[in-house]
């Protein structure tokens, strides 16, 4: 994906665009941790394991959570998008 080109478009047509930023911190903002953790308390030991590890590989660093990022684009009337938590980009 090519960010730069879509924060140029964005820019041009004058609405709001937020990101980049490493999935795995938006995930974590968007709580991914403590919606793991619930699913899991109602799983079996495999599958709560199994839930655990596709979150860690979701947003670990060293697995995808550094690899792939986000961004945004909104219409200028709506607030900050959930998981995202800088302003828009200038």
Request: charged share 20%; hydrophobic share 40%; glycine share 6%.
């Amino acid at each position: 994906m090519d960010f730069t080109a879509l924060l140029a478009v964005a820019r041009k047509a004058e609405v709001p665009s937020y990101g980049t930023e490493n999935q795995g911190d938006f995930l974590q903002h968007l709580g991914l941790k403590e919606r793991t953790e619930q699913l899991a308390s109602q799983a079996s030991a495999q599958d709560a394991a199994m839930l655990r590890s596709a979150a860690n590989r979701l947003s670990a660093p060293d697995k995808m959570g550094q690899l792939f990022k986000v961004m945004a684009i909104t219409s200028p009337t709506l607030p900050v998008p959930p998981g995202f938590t800088k302003g828009p980009v200038a």
